[in-house]
């Protein structure tokens, strides 16, 4: 005998099945949380190194050089956004999302006290610091557009593309 000849034929405990699941399927959703900004751990270090005085070229070749040098070693290592300005040098360091943030720290932290003989003795100890996403967006569109001028684009993505986004 099949499922659905008994179900045709007894209908009450078919239909007391389907209001069980349908009330447990109501209660669970509404317990289920979501989170605007879910907790997100994107391995990203950043390394701050500064040396008063000193042009861009130098500090390129005397700091940022040297530091990614000790980089290129890094387990699970993303890729590497260097910044140089006058008088300090900023390096992103990304990893691969399942790589641990913790555990990358160290590494980076290790790489950079490696490089630290090579650096300039007048320089100060470069700082390693981990990067913290909470409460940032994810996602970041940028908007260009031949035919509409800044404002009509402006108009544009507030009253119809976000509109049709959300």
Known sequence: MNISALSIRHPVPAVLLFIMLTVF??????????????DMDQPTVTISASLEGAA???????????????LTSLRKLDHVTTTITEGSVSIS?????????????????NAVD???????????????????????????????????????????????LSKSLI
Do not use: C, H
């Open 114 to 160: 490696g490089a630290q003989s090579e650096l300039p003795a007048s320089m100060q100890q470069p700082t390693v610091s981990k990067n913290t996403e909470d409460n940032s967006a994810l996602l970041t569109y940028v908007i260009t557009s031949p035919n509409y001028d800044e404002e009509e684009l402006s108009w544009f993505v507030d009253n119809d």
């Open 56 to 70: 861009p070229d130098q500090l390129e070749t005397e700091v940022a050089r040297k530091i990614e040098d000790q």
């Open 93 to 109: 360091v990304s990893f691969d999302i399942d790589k641990d943030s913790n555990e990358a720290v160290e590494e980076v932290r």
């Open 25 to 38: 399927g109501v209660i669970g959703f509404q317990r289920l949380e979501v989170q605007d900004f879910p």
